[in-house]
């Protein structure tokens, strides 16, 4: 599978691949329901190009919906009723008359479904139950959303089987948000679930109401390769709290809301009173955000011009301030530091392209763009490091959530 033909159609992207795992889905749905599933659905996983945690601010960013995906076969209910059956995992059930917040079930998957469809419900939109099976090829600890591609999965469920299709992606998106946020108690922003429902390599500006989106070309002759660099995510969301708590501390000290509604030459002017209100960690991090935001329009422009070395160029830099000013490529006060460890040897490897951490941080994912030819020595030497099962090759969708025809 070439990365120079980047922007492929699901069939060409999957070949073979798709049609066994929907044989296997219609084998596995028929022995849980007793029929042939009536459709099946397609969510992938995304991957965070340029644009480190500035979407919760109101900020821009670069992002793709990548080659793995969670797969379902569906079939409508008539009792209102949702199960969702996953492998060994026992089924998920639920009544779409019974969506209130359960505090019994924040961090699970069921708080997930019911977060998504009680905002479908708050939008005023009408809808039942399905039965569900579903399979998944996202990386797991690769930081590719597979919480996020879930999300989105079950709106778009919703939308084809109830809503004639009618659901614009970027709603999909806010209903993942909102169920991670409200239901299952993750803070984030709308990167991931956005990346998901559109599909597509895209510019995304969060800093208006209603974002504006932007497709930009891919580069050609790499490949991209994820490298899970070990660590759990369970323990750190008081870390990733922290961050976008120390940006809101930074816009309240100039009465605002989000740092989109500042600009970098009020943080300049303001910064001797600045500093005697809020931490330098914060201050440090905001420099990030109004940075970032530049990246991403030039990476974006780059792309369209088709100057992949300042694309890269900006992707570089965009891991040099994650590590520098927003201060997520490490835990604090811990010596473990994988992500780190990954950069550098990164660093040693790679003859042309781009890396950096991407997502979330503190533990987890680096991005490297790899030259096509290059990719199996690259994955071989980060196998060696970080585990044969913890090196990810893949490629960009054109397609987000959809259904597989």
Known sequence: MCYNNVMQVYSDTYGDEALSRKGRLTADFKEQFGEEPALFVSSPGR??????????????????????????????????????????????????????????????????????????????????????????????????????????????????????????????????????????????GLLDQAGVALGGLNMIDFGVRDPVVTSVPAPEGYRLVLTNTGGSHSKLTGLYSDIRREMGEVAAFFKKRFLCELSEEDLVEELPSLRQKVSDR???????????????????????????????????????SSLAYLQNCYVPGDTYEPIVIALKLTEKLLKGGAYRMMGGGFTGTVLCFCPVGGEERYCREMARVFGRENVFLTDLRQEGACELT
Do not use: W
């Open 47 to 188: 991957a965070e190009i340029v644009g480190n945690h500035t979407d919760h601010n109101g900020g821009k960013v670069l992002v793709s919906s990548i080659s793995c995906d969670v797969m379902a076969a569906v079939s409508p209910r008539s009792d209102g009723n949702i199960v969702i059956a996953s492998g060994a995992y026992y089924p998920i059930r639920l009544s779409v008359h019974e969506l209130s917040v359960r505090e019994r079930e924040r961090g699970r998957s069921i708080a997930l479904v019911r977060g998504v469809l009680r905002y479908l419900k708050d939008l005023g939109l009408s809808f039942g139950g399905f039965s569900c099976v579903t399979h998944s090829t996202i990386f797991r600890g690769a930081g590719v959303s597979s919480s996020a591609a879930f999300e989105v999965l079950i709106a778009e469920i919703i939308d084809l089987l109830y809503l004639e299709g009618r659901l614009p992606a970027m709603e999909k998106a806010r209903a993942g948000m909102y169920a991670e946020n409200e239901y299952f108690g993750k803070p984030c």
């Open 282 to 320: 914060a201050i440090l991090r905001a420099f990030h955000f109004f940075e970032e935001n530049r990246r991403v329009e030039l990476a974006a422009e780059a792309l369209k011009e088709g100057d992949t070395a300042l694309f890269f160029e900006q992707v570089q830099k965009s891991g040099e």
